[in-house]
């Protein structure tokens, strides 16, 4: 009995060791487990970090890329102008022109950018001659451009093209050239003379920016057949009065519409519009200067 029950407690000791072996191999198991969850589970965490820095590189890069987009420029003050036509009120083209307050309107593809008119008086006095005068408006509008740069800059440039040109005309004697304040940001006047077969003809060109627009406004006249010729001083202040009043006309149609627009419109290039002759007699010789017949 003993010995039986002794081979008892043997195999009972040896079953139980051989749980106790499956038991520490299992717990030998869970912390591998367990590592390699936790080494998985790190590694995921560093990939999805490094996707999460990739991620925020790239949208940061995307930030900064759209943040140095094109620069722009500031929006040109006036975007229409008057009808070159209309500037004048009749009063004053009546002392300017005063056979012929109509005015023919010159060609233009583009009315809001440019335009022009010109009017042609002759006041016949028979055999004691002939009083001329032929009076040419011409306004240009610039817009804003991110290429060539603020309406302004290129105003400004092109006024004073207008300028040179007025003091450069071919056959000019006498030339001068007198600021004007008081007529837009900036203005000049440029009078001369220039004789011609049908007589000696006084000559004003007014040129004046305001803001984004040039007027430029030229006014010649003389006494044909024998008349006498017209004092410079005269003219020349009737031209400067003129202009002065074409201005205001630029600011009054912008009054409801200035200062929108976009700064980095793109416009055509400005140009001047060709002037026609106003007359078949003594215009054709009466167009005094390169610069009368360039600007429109």
Not at 8 to 14: C, F, V
Request: hydrophobic residues 30%; contains cysteine; glycine residues 10%.
């Amino acid at each position: 009995m003993q010995r039986a029950a002794q081979q008892d407690d043997r195999a009972q000791r040896q079953m139980r060791g051989k749980r106790l072996s499956r038991v520490l191999l299992c717990a030998a198991a869970v912390p591998a487990v367990l590592i390699t969850a936790a080494c998985s589970s790190g590694s995921g965490d560093s990939k999805g970090k490094g996707t999460d820095s990739s991620a925020q590189q790239s949208a940061g890069g995307g930030t900064q890329s759209s943040a140095s987009a094109s620069p722009t420029v500031q929006a040109a003050a006036y975007q229409k102008l008057p009808d070159a036509c209309a500037v004048l009120s009749k009063k004053t083209l009546t002392g300017l022109v005063p056979k012929d307050t109509s005015g023919r309107k010159g060609g233009s593809d583009d009315p809001s950018s440019r335009g022009s008119c010109s009017w042609s008086s002759l006041d016949n006095n028979g055999v004691k001659g002939s009083q001329f005068r032929w009076l040419n408006v011409s306004l240009i509008r610039f817009d804003s451009d991110a290429t060539r740069g603020a309406g302004e800059t290129q105003a400004h440039t092109y006024f004073a093209q207008q300028v040179k040109d007025a003091e450069s005309v071919p056959g000019a004697k006498n030339t001068k050239e007198v600021p004007l304040s008081g007529t837009g940001a900036e203005a000049t006047a440029v009078r001369y003379d220039l004789k011609k077969k049908e007589g000696l003809f006084k000559q004003q060109t007014v040129v004046a920016r305001v803001e984004n627009v040039v007027v430029t406004l030229d006014y010649n006249g003389a006494g044909l057949a024998g008349e006498q010729t017209p004092d410079a001083d005269d003219l020349t202040k009737a031209a400067e009065n003129a202009i002065k009043e074409a201005v205001g006309a630029v600011r009054s149609a912008n009054d409801s519409s200035s200062s929108t627009g976009s700064g980095a419109k793109t416009s055509a290039s400005p140009s001047q519009s060709a002037s026609k002759s106003p007359s078949k007699s003594a215009s054709s010789s009466a167009s005094p200067s390169k610069s009368a017949t360039k600007k429109n």
